[in-house]
Nanobody, 124 residues
Framework: QVQLVESGGGLVQPGDSLTLSCVTS????????VVWFRQAPGKEREFVSG????????DYADSVKGRFTISRDNTKNTVYLRMDSLKSEDTATYYC?????????????????WGQGTQVTVSS
């Protein structure tokens, strides 16, 4: 079993930056791929970004590419999502997830364990 806890969400203005954290714990958590998804009210959960366990491979949704940066510190069992140039359309609940697979999948159903989510609101 793996546990994930997100933090770092909040209310910011357009153009601001925010960094989310995802702390993992449990069996072999530090060697798993970790991904971020987000879900806005009335919309489906969508892939945002993912990172392999050594950090050698990352992936980003087109909507965030060039603005968001994913990284990880395996000594702290933590994955970060740095979000710059935030837009109102980035408003959503952000979830991190992980699983025993070795590739970054953009499908929510492929991920076994999820955090509880952290709210990000971008508004002037």
């Amino acid at each position: 079993q793996v546990q994930l806890v997100e933090s770092g969400g909040g209310l910011v203005q357009p153009g601001d930056s925010l960094t989310l954290s995802c702390v993992t714990s449990g069996r072999a958590a530090s060697v798993y791929v970790v991904v971020w998804f987000r879900q806005a009210p009335g919309k489906e959960r969508e892939f945002v970004s993912g990172i392999t366990w050594k950090g050698l491979t990352t992936d980003y949704a087109d909507s965030v590419k060039g603005r968001f940066t994913i990284s990880r510190d395996n000594t702290k069992n933590t994955v970060y999502l740095r979000m710059d140039s935030l837009k109102s359309e980035d408003t959503a609940t952000y979830y991190c997830a992980t699983g025993p697979g070795v590739r970054i999948s953009r499908q929510p159903a492929d991920w076994a364990w999820w955090g509880q989510g952290t709210q990000v609101t971008v508004s002037s």
